[in-house]
T-cell receptor, first 114, second 112 residues
Framework: SAVISQKPSRDICQRGTSLTIQCQVDSQVTMMFWYRQQPGQSLTLIATANQGSEATYESGFVIDKFPISRPNLTFSTLTVSNMSPEDSSIYLC???????????FGPGTRLTVT | GESVGLHLPTLSVQEGDNSIINCAYSNSASDYFIWYKQESGKGPQFIIDIRSNMDKRQGQRVTVLLNKTVKHLSLQIAATQPGDSAVYFCAENTYYGQNFVFGPGTRLSVLP
């Protein structure tokens, strides 16, 4: 299975500011995803991070709020822009093995917006 | 749209007993399923997967059962241990599909 790391692991931010979360994978992967998990809830897909092109966003999520970069097959960033307390969540990076179809998650970034 | 749900939001079992966590899915086109375990403060951990050409798959102390007729999935944990305490999610997709749909999760508490 892929080993996924995220930075930062947690942060407390003031409303109106932005935070960039980094995701690093120990092997080249075709498919990378960003999820949000609000307190006590399940996982919601924000977007698919496409290497060399714009991310594909799910309904309810927009690029201006959650810009994503994916410069290569092992790294991606998610920015949470102009934060409000409603953005307080765990943000999870995920990758899928194209051949085996298994999907793995990073440890998450716990964001609190005050 | 498609949804994946769970019958029991919480489950308490005695240490050493077997646990059964259930999941219902509504998309009859789904043919690939994964169970995840999420411990407090951690990301979801892949436990076991199953494709729709199987109705049972076993791992170490875990078994996943798939009943396509009633669109039902279950995770069985044998000899439940304190370290099994976590929230368990089922996720469904088509095998070559883009996105998984996650269920709401079941919290498993193991009692001493």
């Amino acid at each position: 299975s892929a080993v996924i790391s995220q930075k930062p692991s947690r942060d407390i931010c003031q409303r109106g500011t932005s935070l960039t979360i980094q995701c690093q994978v120990d092997s080249q992967v075709t498919m990378m995803f960003w999820y949000r998990q609000q307190p006590g809830q399940s996982l919601t897909l924000i977007a698919t991070a496409n290497q060399g092109s714009e991310a594909t966003y799910e309904s309810g999520f927009v690029i201006d709020k959650f810009p994503i970069s994916r410069p290569n097959l092992t790294f991606s960033t998610l920015t949470v822009s102009n934060m409000s307390p409603e953005d307080s969540s765990i943000y999870l990076c995920s990758v899928r093995d194209r051949e085996r179809h298994e999907q793995y998650f990073g440890p998450g970034t716990r964001l609190t917006v005050t | 749209g498609e949804s994946v749900g769970l019958h029991l939001p919480t489950l308490s079992v005695q240490e050493g007993d077997n646990s059964i966590i259930n999941c219902a899915y509504s998309n009859s086109a789904s043919d690939y399923f994964i169970w995840y375990k999420q411990e407090s403060g951690k990301g979801p951990q892949f436990i076991i997967d199953i494709r729709s050409n199987m109705d049972k798959r076993q791992g170490q102390r875990v078994t996943v059962l798939l009943n396509k007729t009633v669109k039902h999935l279950s995770l069985q944990i044998a000899a439940t241990q304190p370290g099994d305490s976590a929230v368990y999610f089922c996720a469904e997709n088509t095998y070559y599909g883009q996105n998984f749909v996650f269920g709401p999760g079941t919290r498993l508490s193991v009692l001493p």
